[in-house]
């Protein structure tokens, strides 16, 4: 047989074969579909803030106000993640960030697409061996609210929690 390739309807390639050199037939089966890993997570509905989100069934969620929320895992190393909604611009969160902690040089990347908010991501960088913590935040700005997220970017779990947040208005 020849060494040619056939492309099939799916992207997929076939070569010849069999007594008749044919092409092999070209796969019917439609493609298993990808595994939600967030489909039975809980799901926290916040109405006077319009946004949603889902969390692993074993973590704790806590209103801490009405414009702040906390989830935490179940063992003492898990990270919180932060989401609070307070009347801000991002300059002056920048601003305030960048006093705050004056050993970090502060990293704004604007654009970063988290699940389906386009979002600015900051970034806390340490300019010192003393200070080796990198702080990690979201932050977009809707009806006049800013939402800022702390969260730590080495978390998986804490990058899947944030890919299922949306607006819902």
Known sequence: CTQEAKICPDGLSVGRGGPNCEFTPCST???SPTLDETANWKTYTNTENHYILKYPTDWKLTEDTVQQISIVGPKKSDFILYITVRPEKLES?????SGGI???EVKVEKNYK?????MNKITLIPQNDE????EDYLFTERNNEGYL????K???IHQQILSTFKFTN
């Open 102 to 104: 004056p050993t970090h």
């Open 29 to 31: 089966s439609s493609p």
């Open 114 to 118: 988290m699940g389906e908010v386009t």
């Open 149 to 152: 997220i702390e969260y730590n």
């Open 93 to 97: 969160l920048i601003s305030e960030l």
């Open 154 to 156: 080495s978390a998986l």
């Open 131 to 134: 200070e080796n913590i990198q």
